[in-house]
């Protein structure tokens, strides 16, 4: 039986691959692990953009947007840099969140701290 955090984080995914699909993304990849550098949650293009996007969702007072941290957006920073060098690719790329609050999706796009 799984842990009851990765089932809520699996089906927060979910929701934000439907969310995301419905807006005109094609999905690439989900849960893409790029070895002792991190993951990357989703991994979508939109017309010629790449977008490495970060899934946070949280159930208590606590808005998950503020689990959107520097360290964790420099691993997805790094690790979408490893993906597009093992793919060979060199194309515009966003690196992104999307917050997830019970059933409301909140895309937050280009994110810098």
Do not use: C, W
Not at 40 to 59: C, N, P, R, T, W
Not at 81 to 98: G, I, N, Q
């Amino acid at each position: 039986m799984r842990e009851l955090p990765k089932l809520f984080g699996d089906e927060s995914e979910t929701l934000a691959t439907q969310f995301l699909e419905q807006e005109g993304f094609v999905i690439l990849e989900r849960n893409y692990f790029a070895r002792k550098l991190g993951e990357i949650d989703i991994i979508a293009q939109k017309d010629d953009v790449l977008h490495f996007i970060e899934v946070k969702s949280g159930k208590a007072d606590f808005d998950p947007v503020y689990n959107v941290t520097p360290a964790k957006l420099r691993k997805v920073i790094n690790s979408a840099h490893y993906y597009m060098k093992s793919k060979k690719l060199d194309v515009a790329f966003s690196v992104d969140a999307l917050i997830v609050r019970g059933d409301e999706v909140e895309f937050i796009e280009s994110v810098t701290l």
